[in-house]
Every structure is written in structure tokens, then in C-alpha cells.
């Protein structure tokens, strides 16, 4: 439709406006991490720009003088394994619930979806307990374990769309053909939902990688900590910040997650609005 | 067919059981925790009644925190209810450049929230905040009594919302945009030939026909907001004062760093009337989408 | 004075491709009904859109009324118009839906309902005034979408498809009720179609696009009895004409004037061919006969005869018959500009 170049000019102004203000820590992130120290902490210098050389040295001290690697590293196993966990519950549940059962697998559909609306902030407490009863105080499995209960869930729901989105007749096809039910499943259903099923990993990896407050609660050691929460708790000495390296680990951990998380946005975003949108 | 029978429980028995294990039992533990004294060291414990309910009311804290909790949450989501139509407009129609844009949009919502929040800590310093330099240099504040973003009870409170605005508002904004593609092109179209401008267009025509997807924004946004501490926890710790305290940070320490798990649990429980309320219209749009 | 009026109206979305609308002219008159109709990518919606000011033209002129509307948007154009999906809006009232482009008027409240009713009863829509767009059909749904485009009196009327989202049965009553209606409220009116049907039913002139180019602009007569190209002259009808290639010309009759034996068509020289009968099909009223011509300048050359099934008797599969064209029904076409061109004597066995 037409408008007018003053339409186009509010449209551009409110786009960049927007974009500068959303995207202006990460900038910050980038330029911090490459600053000096005498250049961070000299009032007079102007913060926008490099005053003295650029330097590697944060990121020296970040890779090699802090846990930061190891934190990589468990939030990156635990991920692994909360992805395996919940692809094996998710995607025969999210199945079974799309195909198998009648009216009622679409209500329990809805309710496995409002679980994932129960908030840590409410199991936080009880649950520690329970990790605690399993000997999992402490330690990186106490997430694992603990994580694909959000997962699920919103994987499930995730995944039980893109089932009802294939055309029943492949199923009642594949079965004249001489599969069983569960051969249908397998061996059609499967490999055609493989893009769902890889939305649902990125999901739950990043999901992961985002979680904070079961993470914060159940463990207590630096060296068992994932990365959400052994940068902004751990590499913090006293009240003393080095905000050179907290802003390189920041930059680091968050710039690929949000691509990862961004190149599957939009199925995401139509999990939450089936129904709303018509 | 026979088969069919065992064969869909038993695909997906294993992740209901999952999530009855650690979401359902944990939810009714939490109320049965509320009623109890039970601490983080101890295994015995006593039923108390509405003891906790009783104490965590008469405590001013709790009662700060849950006023808090309110002005944190609606604040932050009527901004980002404002700023996501207004940027999802902006983004509706394809233009050069989209993706990136958009890709630095979301970035908020897509890096881990308690990362993005320390850049913010970094940027609202005390003393080498950039926005308090910037201020200097517009002879806005004075030199050496910039404000104390995250340290004087009413600034840290406008922080931390606007913090959490800045993390939520690309959520809010992809789902509108969503609800706003979703649109008939037709439409507008009708209502410029029938003599309507870009406001009568907005708000009588595409902001009414949007109103279900906007209030699935708004559930979801209220949801995450309410029960959420990262924003706090990582910027104020609830301070100064717990003039920022909400009720998951209370529920935190009180309940994790306070090893008091009767008293934690039972201010936890306060979140649930909110689930409710939002789980019953989670309900209902999902009804319609049925019907229709 | 025209009341629309194209001049060299050009639309290219893509730069370096082929425009889908190239330097068409057009010129409207009052109270027409004037039908744009060709094939799916004809640029005839293209072409209407740019006349509502949906669309920018990448080049030339829309005139309304007589003045330049190029740089209008479409609420100054004063025009109405109705989309192929009806484009109401589904969360307003039929009353609603139809005082919409008062209120973005400013009309007073008073006169908006005096409107409303005027145009609803010009349809017998206004029992309806209380109901939301989805639980109206399909038919009513059209009714409101033309009460809401009549009801502040346009001096245009631009209708996109309306038709092709009723079923088959309802499309034929509405199409005779809105012809009847447009006659009625005497607004000049463009319809887009695709249906052949429709165009030559409601049209007071139809123009035959195709690719982005005007073919032919005529009455519903001219272009079906004097088609200006072998694109109308095979787009219009069913089953199209016949076309056949000699040596340095292409000849065309229609199915209907292909006759056999002993059935008089028109007065006047008729030119016989000899015609083999592959198979044929039985449509009750009807039948439809194809096959091949034999000997002549046409030997060998398919072609399709329509006759009334009273009339088919021993016009069997595999038969040869001698099969006639009245001379004046045929029409010759250049092979190289396909376009119109003089008649001639054409040799027959």
C-alpha cells in the first residue's frame, strides 16, 4: 500500500530507535571487552571509544585464570543430556497424544503445555528437597534431571502441532502398506517431523543455557556451575568486578545462543499463539 | 487395532509420569511445606496449620514484596505492551535489512536473561555507568553525584523494570507481529478504501482484531514477569532495603539462603492465584481455537 | 466524461521483469459495467487495484472524474470496493461493518443510520444488522460487502472477484441479482473476473486481457462473435474455437458453427469439410464431437463440431461426413501477429 515518505521516515526512525536501545549492552559487551583497565576506570576518558590500545588481556585472564571454560563445558553436557532426555519422552508422547488418543490426548495436550506455566519460582523449594533425597545436592546431575521437566513440556507441545500438521492418510497409508503402528511412526513419522524434532533441540539446549534459578539453588560449588550462573555469581571476587572479563564471558555465552535461538524463533513463537492466531 | 490400546499410553506414560514426578508432586509439596515447619538441615518436622500464611502476612517484608511484585509487573509489561505494537508495526512490512534487525531485536529475549542482565549492571554503575557520563557531558547530572542507579529504592526500582521491559519487550513484539501477519491483507486494505487513516485503521480495525493474540502476549509476559527473580536477583539482590524484593527473591532467600523451607515455600505458594487466573485463559483460547 | 480513465498505465513489480499491467488505456462510461476478465495473471486485478490505490503504478495515469489520481491515497479517491474474500471486518457488527466508511467520514450518527438502513434494504440485509461477519453465509456475506461499498454513494464501484467464494448453484442467482442492482443503483462499476460466464452475462463492454496487455475491449457481442485475436477468440468459449493453420493464414469458426449434414445453419456460401469423427461426448442437450479433417488445405488438422443431441443421429465414432461452415462464420487471423485479418476464399476438396 502506498505511504508517504513521512510514513517511511517514523517507520525507520522507530526501527533504529528500537534496535540501538535492545541492542546497545551487547555493543557495550564487545567494546568492554577489549578495553584496558586504566581505560575502564578513568572517569575523564570517553567511554565510546578505545582511549588507550585494545587488548586481549580480558580474555587471557577469562579463559585461563577462571572456571569460565569449565562452566562452558557443563552447561554444553548438561544441555546434551537434557536434549536426549527430553527428544526420547517428548516425541513418542507428543505422538501418541496427536494420533492415538481422541479428544481427550488434545486435552492433556493442553494441560502438559499449562505445566510448563508453573514457574521455578514455585518448585524451586520442594525440589531441592527432592534433589537432596537423591543425593544429587551439588552436582551437575541435579539439573539434568531436574530440566527436562520445562523441557518436556513445551517440547511435547511443540512437537504434537507439527504431528497433526502431517496428513493422517500418510499414517493409515503406511499401515495398508504392511507397517505396524509403531513402524509407522518410526520409520515415516519421524523422518518427516525431522525439522520439528531439530527445533525442539535447539530449544531445549538453549532452555538450558538460560535456565538460572534451579541452577542457582542446587548447586553450590563454583567448579559444578553452568554458565548462566557461574558468570554473574562466581566470577565476581568479593565486591570486586572485572568487568573487562565479565563482559567478554557475557559477549561470548550470549551472542551464540541468540543466533542458535534466533534461526528457530519462529516456530517457537507458534507454539505460544496456536489458536490465537486465525 | 488391538494393539492400538496399550500402544498410545504406553508412548506417552514415560513423560507424563516425568512431569507428575517433578512438577506435580513438587507443586503439592510446596503447599504441604507451607503448612509445616520444616527447615533445609532437618528431616523432622511438625504440622503448623496456617502458621507460615499467618507470619509471612503480619512481615512487612513480604508485604513490601508482594506491592512490589505488582508495580514490577505491571509496569514492565504496560511498557512492553506499548513499545511491542509499536515495533511490531514497524517491522510488519519487509524492508531492506529485516533480518538483521531483527536479529539484534531479539537479541534481549534470546541471550540468557542473567547475562544480559550483568551488561546492565555494567552499564548502570555506580560509578562508570555510561549513562551517568553521558548525563555528565549533557551537564544533566553533576560530575561526582551521578545518580545511584541501582542504589536509591525509587531509581532501582525504574531499573529494574526497564531492564525486564528490555529483556521481554522482543517476546511481546515477535507474538504481536505474528498476530499482526496473521491479519487478512484484505483488510486494511478495505478500510483504506472505505476512507480510514493509519490511526482509525489501528485502533478500530487492527488492534480489535488483534486483542486475542495481544492477550496471549500479555499471559504469558504477566506470567514470566510475576514469578521471575534473574532481572532482580543479578542487579539489586531485592536491595536497597528490599525496596526491589519481589516474591521469588523473597521466596529465595528466605527459602534457599535462609534454609527456612516452611516460610519459603509459603510465600512461593502466593504466585499460584496468578497461575490460576492465567491458566484458566490459557484454557479458554485454546477452547476457541478448537471451536472455530 | 469518463468516469475512469486509464492512459498508459503500467505496472512492473520487479525490476527487469515483464510489467504485469504495460501501457493499458481505458476509458469507462457512466453508469457501465465494465468487465476485466482474462486468465489468472492477466493483470486485470493488478489493474484494478491500481485504480483503488492499492497498488502504485510504476508508470502513467488513472484519471478519475476527469482528474489525476495517481498520488491519492485510496480514502481520497472516493471510490468503493469489494474483495474477492469481502475483506469485512470480523470483529464488527454487520451495522458495524457497513457505517464504517461513514464514520471515517465523519458523518453524523444520524445520517449513518438512515444510510445503513437505505443501502441494507436495497439489499434485505437489514435483519441482519446485529450479527458478526462468521455467522453470516456465504451470500449474505456478499450482500454486506455491498452495502458497505454502496452506502456512502460512490461515483466508482470496483469489484474483485466477488462471486468466486459462492458455490456453484448461489453463484448464477447472484450474479443476475447484482447485474440487476448495478442497474439499479446506475454507479458505474468494474468487475474482475476470470469466468467467461459472468463476463459476458453481466458486462455492458468486457475487456480480454492477457499478460499484462489489453487483447480487446467490446461489447459481450463483439468480442465472442468478432474476436480481435486467436487469445479472445480461444479464451472465450467453450469449447474454444477452432483454429486452423494453412499455409499462410489461420482460420477460425466456432464449435457450434461447425455443422453436419442437413442442418442449416446460417443463410449464405457455406464451405464443406470433410470430417472424421474420433469420439464424441454426450452433455444431455448436447454433444461434442471431435475429430480430424480430411483432404483440403486443412487435411489431417483436429476440430470440434457442437451440435443439439436431437441432431446427432448417424454421427458415429470412426464416420466421415461432410460438415459445413456458413462463410460468414469464419474468421481469418495472420499466423504471425495472430491478430485479425482479411478474409479469403479458402479451397476445400
Not at chain 2, 66 to 79: A, E, G, H, P, R
Not at chain 2, 179 to 207: H, M, S, Y
Request: net charge neutral.
Amino acid at each position: 500500500m502506498r505511504r508517504g515518505w513521512f510514513g517511511r521516515l517514523v517507520m525507520w526512525g522507530v526501527r533504529i530507535v528500537f534496535a540501538v536501545i535492545l541492542a546497545f549492552p551487547f555493543y557495550w559487551m564487545l567494546i568492554t571487552t577489549f578495553k584496558r583497565n586504566t581505560d575502564l576506570n578513568n572517569l575523564e576518558n570517553n567511554p565510546f571509544l578505545f582511549n588507550e590500545r585494545p587488548t586481549l588481556e580480558h580474555l587471557r585472564l577469562l579463559f585461563h585464570e577462571t572456571m569460565f571454560p569449565r562452566w562452558v563445558l557443563n552447561t554444553a553436557f548438561a544441555g546434551l543430556v537434557v536434549v536426549i532426555i527430553t527428544l526420547l519422552l517428548a516425541v513418542p508422547a507428543a505422538y501418541a497424544l496427536a494420533r492415538l488418543t481422541g479428544n481427550w490426548g488434545a486435552q492433556l495436550g493442553i494441560g502438559v503445555f499449562l505445566t510448563y506455566l508453573i514457574p521455578p519460582t514455585l518448585l524451586f523449594i520442594p525440589l531441592s528437597k527432592v534433589v537432596a533425597l537423591l543425593g544429587l545436592q551439588d552436582s551437575l546431575w541435579s539439573i539434568i534431571i531436574v530440566y527436562p521437566s520445562f523441557t518436556i513440556p513445551f517440547s511435547t507441545w511443540l512437537l504434537m502441532g507439527f504431528f497433526k500438521s502431517i496428513p493422517k492418510d500418510l499414517d493409515d497409508a503406511a499401515m495398508v502398506d504392511g507397517l505396524t503402528r509403531w513402524g509407522a511412526f518410526v520409520k515415516l513419522m519421524i523422518p518427516m517431523s525431522l525439522s520439528g524434532i531439530l527445533t525442539v533441540v535447539i530449544f531445549s539446549f538453549t532452555l538450558v543455557t538460560q535456565e538460572f534459578v534451579y541452577a542457582l539453588t542446587f548447586i553450590a560449588s563454583a567448579a559444578h556451575q553452568t554458565v548462566g550462573v557461574g558468570v554473574p555469581t562466581f566470577l565476581v571476587r568479593g565486591d570486586v568486578y572485572y568487568w573487562g572479563s565479565l563482559m567478554a564471558a557475557c559477549l561470548i555465552t550470549s551472542v551464540p545462543i541468540g543466533i542458535l535461538y534466533n534461526l528457530f524463533l519462529d516456530r517457537f513463537i507458534e507454539g505460544f499463539t496456536v489458536g490465537a492466531v486465525k | 487395532m488391538r494393539r492400538q490400546r496399550w500402544l498410545g499410553p504406553a508412548m506417552f506414560m514415560p513423560a507424563i509420569l516425568y512431569i507428575v514426578a517433578l512438577v506435580g508432586v513438587p507443586f503439592f509439596m510446596a503447599f504441604f511445606y507451607s503448612l509445616t515447619d520444616a527447615k533445609v538441615g532437618s528431616t523432622t518436622y511438625h504440622f503448623v496449620g496456617l502458621h507460615n500464611f499467618v507470619d509471612v502476612l503480619r512481615n512487612p517484608t513480604f508485604r513490601r514484596s508482594l506491592q512490589n511484585s505488582f508495580v514490577f509487573t505491571i509496569c514492565s509489561q504496560i511498557l512492553v505492551l506499548i513499545g511491542a505494537n509499536i515495533l511490531a508495526l514497524a517491522l510488519k512490512d519487509a524492508f531492506p535489512g529485516r533480518r538483521f534487525l531483527r536479529f539484534l531485536i531479539l537479541l534481549p529475549w534470546v541471550a540468557p536473561v542473567s547475562i544480559g542482565s550483568l551488561g546492565w549492571k555494567w552499564i548502570l554503575d555506580s560509578l562508570y555507568s555510561v549513562i551517568s557520563w553521558v548525563g555528565v557531558q549533557l551537564h544533566i547530572f553533576h560530575k561526582f553525584d551521578t545518580p545511584m542507579w541501582l542504589g536509591e529504592p525509587k531509581l532501582a526500582m525504574m531499573s529494574v523494570i526497564l531492564v525486564h521491559t528490555w529483556h521481554m519487550l522482543p517476546f511481546a513484539t515477535v507474538i504481536i507481529l505474528a498476530g499482526l501477519t496473521a491479519i487478512p491483507k484484505d483488510i486494511p486494505e478495505a478500510a483504506a478504501v472505505d476512507g480510514a487513516g493509519f490511526f482509525r485503521t489501528l485502533f478500530q480495525i487492527t488492534i480489535p482484531m488483534m486483542l486475542p493474540i495481544i492477550n496471549v502476549a500479555v499471559l504469558f509476559g504477566a506470567i514470566f514477569t510475576f514469578t521471575d527473580m534473574t532481572v532482580i536477583y543479578i542487579l539489586t539482590r531485592g536491595g536497597p532495603y528490599d525496596t526491589t524484593q519481589v516474591i521469588p527473591s523473597e521466596a529465595f532467600f528466605t527459602g534457599v539462603l535462609g534454609s527456612d523451607l516452611a516460610e519459603g515455600a509459603t510465600i512461593s505458594i502466593f504466585l499460584v492465584p496468578l497461575l490460576v487466573v492465567a491458566a484458566y485463559f490459557m484454557l479458554r483460547t485454546a477452547h476457541r481455537a478448537e471451536v472455530t | 466524461m469518463a468516469v475512469v480513465e486509464t492512459r498508459n498505465l503500467t505496472k512492473i513489480f520487479k525490476r527487469g521483469n515483464v510489467g504485469a499491467v504495460n501501457n493499458v488505456d481505458l476509458q469507462s462510461r457512466e453508469g457501465e459495467f465494465l468487465v476485466l476478465l482474462g486468465p489468472s495473471g492477466s493483470g486485470k486485478t493488478t489493474l484494478l487495484r491500481m485504480i483503488a490505490g492499492l497498488e502504485e503504478p510504476t508508470s502513467g495515469e488513472i484519471l478519475i472524474g476527469g482528474r489525476v489520481v495517481n498520488d491519492l491515497t485510496p480514502r481520497e479517491r472516493g471510490i468503493a470496493m469489494v474483495f474477492q474474500s469481502y475483506a469485512l471486518y470480523p470483529h464488527l457488527t454487520v451495522y458495524n461493518n457497513i457505517v464504517f466508511p461513514l464514520k471515517a467520514q465523519g458523518v453524523p450518527k444520524a445520517k449513518q443510520k438512515t444510510q445503513a438502513e437505505w443501502a441494507a434494504s436495497l439489499l434485505g440485509i437489514q435483519h441482519l444488522f446485529g450479527r458478526k461477519p462468521r455467522e453470516l453465509s456465504g451470500g449474505e456475506r456478499q450482500r454486506v460487502a455491498l452495502a458497505r461499498a454502496i452506502v456512502r454513494e460512490p461515483s466508482l464501484f470496483l469489484l474483485d472477484e466477488p462471486l468466486s467464494n459462492l458455490d456453484a448453484k448461489l453463484r448464477a442467482s447472484a450474479r443476475e441479482e447484482l447485474e440487476q442492482f448495478q442497474k439499479r443503483i446506475g454507479t458505474t462499476a468494474i468487475y474482475v473476473t476470470h469466468d467467461q460466464v459472468e463476463a459476458m452475462a453481466m458486462g455492458d463492454r468486457i475487456v480480454v486481457m492477457s499478460q499484462g496487455v489489453v487483447r480487446q475491449i467490446g461489447t459481450p457481442a463483439d468480442v465472442y462473435d468478432e474476436p480481435a485475436d486467436t487469445f479472445v477468440a480461444t479464451f472465450l468459449g467453450s469449447p474454444p474455437m477452432n483454429i486452423l493453420a494453412a499455409d499462410d493464414v489461420l482460420v477460425g469458426f466456432r464449435p457450434e458453427h461447425f455443422l453436419p449434414p442437413g442442418f442449416a445453419g446460417r443463410a449464405g456460401e457455406n464451405v464443406a469439410f470433410q470430417f472424421r469423427i474420433t469420439h464424441s461426448e454426450y452433455l444431455g442437450a448436447e454433444r461434442i464431437l471431435y475429430g480430424l479433417i480430411e483432404g483440403g488445405a486443412f487435411g489431417g488438422r483436429k476440430a470440434i463440431s457442437r451440435i443439439p443431441s436431437t441432431h446427432a443421429e448417424g454421427l458415429d465414432d470412426g464416420g466421415v461426413s461432410t460438415f459445413h461452415v456458413a462463410e460468414s462464420d469464419l474468421k481469418f487471423f495472420d499466423p504471425a501477429t495472430e491478430r485479425r485479418t482479411t478474409p479469403r476464399r479458402i479451397a476445400t476438396p
